[in-house]
């Protein structure tokens, strides 16, 4: 890992996109290992409008056998840069090149940032994840800051409840904090 020689600002924008952010659901399934996981489309939506709120930037690019990543403090320069080696199965193969690169990237921003992806703690491969019938229960996405935020906020705004949103998406503390402001606020 390489760095600036002062990170103090850089420190501050990833304190602050840390408040910003909260756990980046699972959106895509694996067929062939029948799991699921965060992909890098939908990693990259979660965290674009918190780092830019933080005044950060992140930056990918191959680099020979390997990918680095740049985190910078968009005002100061500041940064953190570290390179993942990517083996790639097949050479000479521009998919598998393609593959490797993609699934580098989304280990590395999740690094670099220290993102929290919604994990079950293992339950759902241990089968824990069932109803009072014995039926499984459906997971349900985890309701992070950003569009999906504004939506359930305007939800409030127009008469619906905490219970309602809850019955759509899993909810951190946090995030039930800032709902349970907004219908404080509306209750004014």
Same mark, same amino acid.
């Given at each position: 890992?390489?760095?600036?020689?002062?990170?103090?600002?850089?420190?501050?924008?990833?304190?602050?996109?840390?408040? /910003?952010?909260?756990?980046?659901?699972?959106?895509?399934?694996?067929?062939?290992?029948?799991?699921?996981?965060?992909?890098?489309?939908?990693?990259?939506?979660?965290?674009?409008?918190? /780092?830019?709120?933080?005044? /950060?930037?992140?930056?990918?690019?191959?680099?020979?056998?390997?990918?680095?990543?740049?985190?910078?403090?968009?005002?100061?320069?500041?940064?953190?840069?570290?390179?993942?080696?990517?083996?790639?199965?097949?050479?000479?193969?521009?998919?598998?090149?393609?593959?490797?690169?993609?699934?580098?990237?989304?280990?590395?921003?999740?690094?670099?940032?220290?993102?929290?992806?919604?994990?079950?703690?293992?339950?759902?491969?241990?089968?824990?994840?069932?109803?009072?019938?014995?039926?499984?229960?459906?997971?349900?996405?985890?309701?992070?800051?950003?569009?999906?935020?504004?939506?359930?906020?305007?939800?409030?705004?127009?008469?619906?409840?905490?219970?309602?949103?809850?019955?759509?998406?899993?909810?951190?503390?946090?995030?039930?904090?800032?709902?349970?402001?907004?219908?404080?606020?509306?209750?004014?």
């Amino acid at each position: 890992m390489e760095r600036s020689e002062n990170i103090i600002e850089l420190t501050k924008g990833l304190a602050k996109f840390h408040s /910003l952010v909260g756990k980046i659901a699972k959106d895509a399934k694996n067929p062939f290992f029948k799991s699921n996981y965060a992909s890098l489309s939908h990693i990259l939506e979660e965290i674009s409008e918190p /780092l830019q709120q933080s005044g /950060l930037v992140i930056t990918q690019f191959p680099n020979g056998s390997g990918l680095t990543t740049i985190l910078i403090h968009a005002e100061t320069g500041q940064y953190l840069q570290a390179t993942y080696e990517m083996p790639v199965a097949k050479q000479n193969d521009p998919q598998a090149l393609g593959s490797a690169i993609s699934y580098a990237r989304r280990y590395a921003v999740s690094s670099i940032l220290s993102l929290q992806i919604d994990d079950d703690d293992a339950n759902k491969a241990a089968g824990n994840k069932t109803a009072t019938d014995g039926k499984k229960v459906p997971e349900k996405p985890w309701l992070n800051k950003g569009e999906h935020l504004n939506k359930a906020i305007e939800y409030l705004k127009g008469g619906g409840t905490i219970a309602g949103i809850e019955a759509k998406y899993s909810i951190s503390k946090e995030i039930r904090t800032d709902l349970e402001t907004v219908v404080k606020g509306l209750k004014k």
